[in-house]
């Protein structure tokens, strides 16, 4: 399977886990209830607590395990996401995206866990799933690019994702007879694509 | 998860959240500070303004942790209430004509309550209550430079506020038509 269709089934497998939590568009409705959700409790009403974890236990838990794939590494990672994220959550910017905003702290605690696992490897001298070799550091750098690339897409609208990924799937021949109203959408959606990876992971 | 344990990550989710508006709200502590320093240095009763410094304090950290609006008033209603405050330090310092004092400590007052009326109206709306709390901590803090004379300023502050804030409390009470603002107390 290649690296595109691989990214694919990913998303499209990550999306019908989300969906059960929501009841019709999973993407966007998910998406606003937990803006309102975490608005709400950052401005200081208690109440919005239960809902609010509900909503993104599940996430940030997908997130984790699918970033790191070891069940045990994952819950840790999960947790101690989750926890960073409320104790931020006084100081979350309300113009901000707050699916974005907590699965990039999400992200940073993957990449913390994935370190200590990395340097626990060295330490005893076992590299198991990892190589010092060159062919081994990029296989590495291209799964980290990889699991980059699939959060981006996730953090995208369901209409910008779905346009993306069809790009993937059309051949060339139909490629080219698109109307430019099509182009325009997806250079639009490639834009927001762009602005995305920016916010979670920097400039390119 | 077992139940359990997400019972137990749920409190940690709580306390986390709790003691992070707590450090969030103590960073009012980085404004107030100066400002009763400065009126323990300057003013003719150091150990009035420490006492009050310390309620307004306590004060202003628990609202900005409790949230829901309130904290939303707490640096405005400081600052305007720092206008008078320094104003009654520099009499202190400087003693000028009584009636011009007077008047220009009324003046800076009206100004400065004025001014917290209009740059608030859209954290308070409004709701009684938090024009009253903001008029307690302005007053509050130009008190720190009255004790030793200078009232003219804290009198002439509550004036402005009253003024300006009845008159938006009455243009904007909400028709019965007219929902209301979600964020209001």
Known sequence: MGVAESTFATVRCLEASTSKLSVSDPSEELREQIQQSMVRYADGHRDAFQLLFQQLWPLVQLFSIRALGNAADAEDAAQCALLKIFSRIAEFDRTRDALTWALSIAYYEVLTIRRKTHRRREDHSSLEGMSTTATGESEVIAKHQMIALETSLLMLSEADRDLLLSTIDDDHNSQIAASSVVRKRKQRARVRLREIWRTLYGSF | ?185
Request: proline share 4%.
């Open chain 2, 1 to 185: 998860m077992d139940p359990s344990k997400r019972l137990l990550l749920e409190k940690r989710a709580k306390r986390t959240y709790e003691l992070g508006r707590l450090r969030v709200a103590t960073r009012v502590a980085v404004l107030l500070i100066p400002i009763v320093a400065l009126a323990i240095a300057f003013g003719d009763r150091p150990q009035h303004c420490a006492c009050i410094g310390v309620l307004i304090l306590a004060g202003a950290i628990g609202l900005r942790w409790y949230g829901q609006g309130w904290d939303r008033i707490i640096v405005p209603a400081i600052v305007v209430g720092s206008v008078p405050m320094a104003a009654g330090l520099l009499r202190t310092q400087y003693p000028v004509n009584a009636e011009i004092a007077c008047a220009l400590m009324c003046t800076i007052g009206i100004a400065g309550g004025v001014f917290f009326a209009f740059v608030t109206q859209r954290s308070i709306g409004a709701a009684l209550r938090g024009w009253s709390v903001g008029i307690a901590i302005a007053a509050a803090t130009a008190s720190l430079g009255c004790a030793g004379g200078g009232m003219e300023g804290l009198v002439g502050m509550v004036v402005g506020l009253t003024l300006a804030t009845s008159i938006r409390v009455v243009r904007d009470r909400p028709k019965p038509t007219q929902s209301r603002n979600a964020d209001t107390f």
